[in-house]
C-alpha cells in the first residue's frame, strides 16, 4: 500500500466555472479527500488545453499525482472532444516518460437521458485509457439524468443521497489506496427520481426554453425533412 498524497481532478466540462455537473461531482469527491489528507488540485479541460504551458503544468501535476480523476460530461456516447485529446496527450507524455508512479485513474461521467448505462462505453474508453498511460484502473462511477443536478452541489439528503454516498465511498477506498467499491458503482447509478418525473420536467424546461427564444410556435418545424419525391 503506498501513501496517498496527491490528487489531480480534470474536469472534462466546457461550461463556465461553477455551472457543469462533472465540476460538482468532481468538486465533491476531491472535497472529501481534501478532509481525509489528500492534497487536491484541479484543472478545466478546456484552459489547461488552451496553451503549451498550461497543458506541461496539467502533466507535471498528474505527472506527481497518486490519483487522476477525470469528471465529464457525455457527449453523443463518447467522451468530449477536449477530453479525449487531454487523454491521449497525457498517455503520450507518460509513454515518452517513463515514470515510477502508477496513479489510480478514476474516471466520473454524467449523461442527459435518465438511464446511467449510456455512460458505459465511455468508460470503457477510460479503462483502456488507464492501460495505454500506465495507470491503474479505480473504475468508472456513471450517473444518468445529469440535467437534474446541473451544477448544483451535491448533498448528503435529498435527490443527491446516493450520489453523495458514492463519493464518500470512493474517496475513502482512493485515500486507502484502493480502487472504487463496488458498493459506490452500484449507488451512483441509481436514478435520481423516477425517469417520468425527470422527461415531464425536462420537456417543461423545453417549451419554457424555447418561449424565451420566441420559437414557442415552431417547435415541430421539420427544416431538413427529405420528401418522398427527392428520394
Ligand atoms: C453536444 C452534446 C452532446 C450530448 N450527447 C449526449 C448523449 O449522447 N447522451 C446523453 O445521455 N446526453 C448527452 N448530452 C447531455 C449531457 O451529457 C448532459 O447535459 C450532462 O448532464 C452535461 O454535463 P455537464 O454539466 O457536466 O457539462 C449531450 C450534450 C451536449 C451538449
Redesign the pocket.
Known amino acids: 500500500m503506498i501513501r496517498i498524497e496527491r490528487a489531480v481532478l480534470l474536469i472534462g ?1 466546457a ?1 463556465r466555472e461553477g455551472e ?3 465540476e460538482a461531482l468532481g468538486s465533491y469527491l476531491m472535497a472529501r479527500l481534501s478532509t481525509l489528507g489528500v492534497e487536491t488540485t484541479t484543472f478545466a479541460v478546456h484552459r489547461a488545453l488552451r496553451t503549451p504551458a498550461r497543458t506541461a503544468a496539467l502533466l507535471e501535476t498528474v505527472d506527481i499525482c497518486d490519483v487522476f480523476v477525470l469528471a465529464f ?5 463518447t467522451l468530449p472532444c477536449l477530453a479525449t485529446r487531454a487523454l491521449e496527450t497525457i498517455a503520450a507524455h507518460r509513454n515518452l516518460t517513463p515514470s515510477v508512479r502508477k496513479p489510480w485513474f478514476l474516471a466520473i461521467a ?4 435518465p438511464e446511467a448505462g ?1 455512460n458505459d462505453v465511455a468508460l470503457t474508453i477510460c479503462e483502456q485509457f488507464a492501460i495505454a498511460a500506465k495507470m491503474r484502473w479505480a473504475g468508472g462511477l456513471a450517473l444518468g439524468a ?2 437534474a443536478v446541473n ?1 448544483g452541489a451535491i448533498r448528503a439528503r435529498g435527490m443527491t443521497h446516493n450520489v453523495a454516498r458514492a463519493l464518500d465511498l470512493t474517496a475513502a477506498a482512493l485515500a486507502a489506496d484502493q480502487p472504487a467499491p463496488a458498493d459506490a458503482i452500484t449507488l451512483m447509478r441509481k436514478p435520481l427520481m423516477p425517469e417520468r418525473l425527470y422527461t415531464f420536467m425536462g420537456n417543461l424546461g423545453w417549451h419554457r426554453m424555447a418561449q424565451v427564444n420566441g420559437v414557442w410556435r415552431r417547435l415541430g418545424n421539420r427544416p431538413f425533412t427529405i420528401s418522398n419525391q427527392s428520394l
Open positions: 466540462s461550461k457543469s455537473t462533472s460530461p457525455l457527449y453523443v456516447d454524467n449523461c442527459g437521458f449510456h445529469g440535467g451544477g
